[in-house]
């Protein structure tokens, strides 16, 4: 962050001092939500969350570091006080952004978001420094924390945009003024919290609008819902897709998933293998090779980088083999019909390639409204229509993806209800065996990844409660 003192702060977010003395104290480093990860010389947030509020651990805060708290009311501790510190950190954040004066980079889309966003990260430091959201803090609390670790010698901001309704993204651009923005997709992903597939694109388009006339859109050209969001903004528009500006052919998958295939652009193919798997990863880079480019970026520099990138995120596609041979596919990270369908294709075409049994290892999907009886039906269906080995249900909510499967005329694979994450761990720990591709996914909720480590003999840290014991962070 940059320097700022404590009296600086309370003026850029309307506040008072509370317990700070004449204001002199300078917060230098990044503001900062759990006081099990201090930022030393930064601002700790105090936000009341559904099970615990932060500013019961201010005290806490301030003795690992912090210079002071940024809350709704005084401490005991140097506090800058506001009516709303989620308001308040998001002005400050604004006023980060346009004295640095850095690109910002901002995607949104129902799902990709965050594979997007990392493999631009690692495509713009080819630009200059770079910082980007880490894992998907992509809310009103997410964006100003991502801006906040923004220093003088930043030249971009990657930042990934979520929303729960309408109106929210465009709170978020007013945090962050996009330069580039990225719509990737709409589908059903919070269809039950939007209402419509149509009423999600009303909300995702907000961040075109927030560009202005010099800045570059960047729209998924095979979404129809997307391509329609061209005339809501004044900048220039360039797509990505099948029949994009920036297109893709001759997609290939290696033995365990990973798509080799041409991008092109203003008429150049060029060769690009990606070490992340699943073909759904394609449109993720192109997106990105869109954006990055737009911003600067040569486009040789471009496809260099993304011959290199790897998921900056935990439990995204992210593929172990086992020293026997065995390998498990960790996308536990969460899951939506779009994605679950994207996974189940990537985890056949890795046991077509070599040959492996398939077993997908499959939770519940969260926020589907009154369709998710009928979306995990249809994932079950998908995964035996691939021809899917085995079909592991973890959880009651689960079930209908193993009937799905069953009901598949023609499918001669094998479905396991499991009550939850022991239950599936004892039958895999009974009947997986060395050939085996082994695939973990569910939404967030379900908590899978600890599953996923487990088979892969992966080391995991002690599992958290919902709420955490020191800051909750309600991003999403």
């Not at 869109?290 to 260099?304: N, R």
């Not at 995964?383 to 598949?408: N, P, S």
């Not at 023609?410 to 939850?420: K, N, T």
Request: glycine share 12%.
């Amino acid at each position: 962050m940059i320097a700022m003192s404590l009296a600086e702060i309370a003026a850029v977010v309307g506040g008072r001092l509370a317990d700070a003395g004449d204001g002199a104290a300078e917060v230098s480093a990044p503001a900062f939500l759990d006081t099990r990860a201090p930022e030393r010389g930064g601002l700790f947030l105090a936000v009341r969350g559904e099970h615990v509020d932060g500013h019961d651990f201010a005290a806490a805060a301030v003795a690992r570091g912090a210079v002071a708290v940024l809350g709704a009311h005084p401490t005991g501790v140097p506090t800058v006080v506001v009516d709303d510190p989620v308001v308040a950190i998001g002005r400050l954040g604004r006023h980060v952004v346009d004295v640095l004066g850095a690109t910002v980079l901002a995607l949104t889309g129902s799902q990709g978001k965050t594979g997007t966003k990392d493999f631009l990260a690692q495509v713009l430091v080819h630009g200059g420094p770079t910082i980007a959201t880490e894992g998907n803090r992509n809310n009103e609390i997410g964006v100003p924390l991502t801006v906040l670790r923004a220093t003088p010698e930043t030249r971009f901001l990657a930042v990934e945009m979520g929303a729960r309704g309408i109106g929210h993204i465009a709170e978020l651009c007013a945090v962050a003024p996009p330069r580039v923005a990225a719509v990737l997709n709409v589908g059903t992903a919070h269809v039950g919290e939007f209402g419509s597939r149509e009423a999600i694109a009303q909300a995702k388009g907000e961040i075109v609008e927030a560009l202005p006339a010099d800045g570059v859109a960047v729209l998924n050209a095979d979404d129809p819902l997307v391509v329609a969001m061209a005339p809501r903004t004044d900048a220039r528009v360039v797509t990505f897709g099948t029949s994009g500006d920036v297109r893709w052919r001759g997609l290939e998958l290696d033995d365990l998933g990973r798509p080799s295939f041409e991008l092109g652009y203003d008429g150049t193919w060029t060769p690009l293998r990606l070490l992340e798997a699943g073909a759904h990863q394609v449109p993720n880079a192109a997106a990105a090779a869109a954006m990055a480019h737009a911003a600067g970026v040569g486009w040789s520099e471009v496809l260099d980088a993304l011959g290199t990138a790897r998921s900056l995120s935990p439990w995204r596609m992210a593929l172990h083999e086992r020293a026997d041979g065995l390998v498990v596919v960790n996308d536990a990270y969460n899951a939506n019909p779009a994605s679950m369908a994207a996974a189940l294709d990537a985890l056949a075409a890795i046991g077509n390639s070599g040959g492996r049994r398939t077993v997908a290892v499959l939770g519940e999907m969260l926020e589907l409204g009154a369709s998710a009886g009928a979306d995990h039906v249809a994932v079950g269906e998908h995964a035996a229509a691939l021809g899917i080995d085995v079909v592991v249900a973890v959880g009651t909510a689960a079930e209908a993806i193993a009937d799905g499967a069953r009901r598949t005329p023609g499918w001669s694979g094998e479905a396991v209800l499991a009550a939850g994450r022991e239950q599936a761990a004892d039958w895999l720990r009974h009947n997986a065996v060395a050939r085996d591709v082994i695939l973990v996914k569910a939404s967030r909720g379900a908590a899978l990844e600890h599953l996923a480590d487990l088979l892969a003999d992966v080391p995991t840290e002690p599992e958290q409660p919902a709420a955490s014991q020191e800051g909750e962070d309600p991003t999403r």
